[in-house]
């Protein structure tokens, strides 16, 4: 982020892709019939890795909305982590 209006109040981000239909703070990868299609990415705040936000939510308490902090040192850090998205056989061709 660069320069940024001091009458700015909030900053409120959607995650966006597209959904594991398993788990709703995962992104779904793409490969399907093999052992990775149960795998996914979320993105959480780095100092709060296992709440992953809700892929495709307006609702604040599941998205991110920065705090006044991270709006005045102008980055969020965050992680992405690569999850079991659903548990089950592995897939082979």
């Not at 981000?13 to 299609?37: C, E, L, R, V, Y």
């Not at 604040?60 to 982590?81: C, F, H, P, Y």
Request: net charge positive.
């Amino acid at each position: 982020m660069t320069d940024c209006p001091s009458s700015l109040q909030a900053i409120k981000t959607t995650i966006n892709g597209t959904q594991s239909p398993d788990m709703t703070t995962a992104i779904k990868n793409a490969a399907t019939d093999t052992a990775a299609s149960n795998l996914g990415v979320t993105i959480a705040r780095a100092t709060a890795p296992t709440a992953p936000f809700t892929i495709g939510s307006v609702e604040d308490s599941k998205r991110l909305v920065w705090t006044s902090g991270e709006m005045n040192s102008k980055e969020v850090q965050l992680i992405a982590r690569l999850v079991e998205t659903k548990s089950g056989p592995v897939y082979h061709r």
